[in-house]
């Protein structure tokens, strides 16, 4: 486990000061583990929020680069391509770096959606959870992916102890669900999973499998994307913004 004893004085009064004069909204995509469809969720919430007219920005912390490489290859798909949004590619190797960064983006308005890496072993992933209004945390319902969510709830949990200025809010979304699967035992397993997780934060409608998920881009979603992520995105739509798409966040 990290060492996060030093990052609580650094925090303690931070946080707060910077949360009454922001003007912008940082949403975290994090699990433990990878492979759980965050770099996808996360790329499809910032088409989802341009095509609602909010201003957004993407800063892809991921190891791979997917997101900053998808929109690289996007450019040459689409000629003469007007970017719906900005894309950053930020390694979080160094904490010092990371705390700058989310410094910076504290000075700007709008929203910004981070992908952060699959993995805990990071010590840059302490100012940038430390920093984040929300995380949203995908999950599937099988037992390694759990287990992981489990782990990195339990991280979580532990920074906002020593860092108690802390106010990130979880967002847990079951990624990649496929109703057909499941005996009686493990939907009644699942659901009481959900249920302990909204011990912690909020759980949002869960997100179909299905193979129009993988084609997705970093310029706008689908008409049958849409259809998929609609009932989960508005709900994390209306928890930030507020029904009328500006109740809560800062913008």
């Not at 922001?22 to 088409?47: D, W, Y």
């Not at 201003?55 to 690289?72: A, L, P």
């Amino acid at each position: 486990m990290m060492q996060m004893v030093s990052e609580e004085n650094k925090y303690s009064n931070f946080k707060l000061t910077i949360t009454k004069m922001s003007e912008v909204t940082i949403i975290t995509f994090a699990n433990q583990k990878g492979g759980v469809g965050k770099t996808t969720l996360c790329t499809m919430f910032a088409n989802y929020l341009v095509a609602k007219g909010k201003r957004t920005i993407v800063i892809d912390c991921d190891g791979q680069q997917t997101i900053f490489e998808k929109r690289k290859a996007d450019h040459k798909k689409y000629k003469d391509l007007k970017e719906p949004y900005k894309v950053q590619a930020f390694s979080i190797a160094d904490p010092e770096n990371v705390r700058n960064l989310m410094q910076n983006l504290r000075q700007m308005k709008g929203t910004v959606l981070i992908d952060a890496p699959g993995n805990l072993a990071q010590q840059g992933l302490i100012p940038l959870f430390v920093q984040s209004d929300y995380v949203v945390c995908p999950y599937q319902y099988e037992t390694t992916s759990i287990n992981s969510t489990v782990t990195f709830l339990g991280f979580i949990l532990q920074l906002k102890k020593r860092v108690q200025s802390m106010a990130t809010e979880i967002l847990f979304v079951v990624n990649r669900h496929d109703k057909r699967y499941g005996t009686e035992r493990e939907r009644k397993l699942w659901a009481e999973t959900d249920a302990q997780w909204a011990n912690y934060g909020k759980v949002m409608p869960k997100i179909e499998q299905r193979v129009e998920m993988q084609r997705y881009n970093t310029v706008e979603l689908t008409v049958s994307q849409e259809e998929i992520v609609t009932p989960c995105f508005d709900s994390i739509y209306n928890v930030i913004y507020g029904e009328d798409g500006h109740g809560k966040a800062k913008e």
